[in-house]
């Protein structure tokens, strides 16, 4: 018969709880309780979405209330527009000029066929207007052409009056008596006709 160690204590037999049996337990709680809510989601939808510019313009018909003023001109004569119609002009902005004699408009048309009237700076604007329209186009909104058409009209007609300006201002002494500059009183959108309403 084999000698019991005096020196081995036993010990109890009872179950111990130790600290990573806890962590355990948390954590198999968790795993079970994400499974669970996991399979109770909606599935996740997926889309394709392409890259495109944000520079479409939104077209849409509706009627505009608003206060008209009227506003005449105190000489008659040659009539240049700075604005186009349906534009909205800032307050004191120039609308028009006057020119009882013509020789404002003259003198622009007087420069050499072969000077450049716009600065470089010009041409590329308007190129790059071009090339915005030209990667928007599409068949399905042919409408857009004449909205383009418009566009780059309105550049075309700012630029002219840029240069009619500078001519006026180099000539200001002399033009200022037969010459008359309007400009808007209010800031607003400029019309050319009156329609009693």
Excluded: W
Excluded at 9 to 20: E, G, H, L, T
Excluded at 38 to 61: F, G, H
């Amino acid at each position: 018969m084999a000698k019991k160690n005096p020196k081995v204590i036993r010990m109890n037999k009872a179950f111990q709880i130790n600290s990573a049996l806890i962590i355990f337990g948390i954590i198999l709680i968790y795993v079970v309780v994400s499974a669970f809510l996991a399979l109770r989601k909606q599935p996740i939808t997926t889309y394709k979405v392409n890259a495109s510019n944000i520079n479409n313009n939104i077209i849409c018909d509706a009627v505009a209330l608003r206060q008209e003023k009227v506003i005449t001109a105190s000489k008659s004569g040659y009539v240049c527009y700075y604005v186009r119609e349906g534009d909205k002009v800032a307050k004191n902005a120039a609308v028009c000029t006057v020119d009882e004699t013509g020789d404002l408009i003259q003198s622009v048309s007087r420069i050499d066929a072969g000077e450049t009237r716009f600065s470089s700076a010009d041409y590329l604007e308007i190129r790059n207007t071009i090339d915005v329209f030209k990667t928007n186009y599409s068949d399905t909104y042919f409408s857009d052409v004449y909205h383009f058409r418009d566009s780059i009209e309105t550049k075309v007609l700012e630029m002219s009056n840029q240069l009619l300006m500078k001519e006026y201002s180099a000539n200001s002494a002399a033009a200022k008596t037969t010459v008359q500059n309007i400009n808007s009183t209010d800031s607003g959108i400029v019309t050319y006709y009156i329609d009693k309403y």
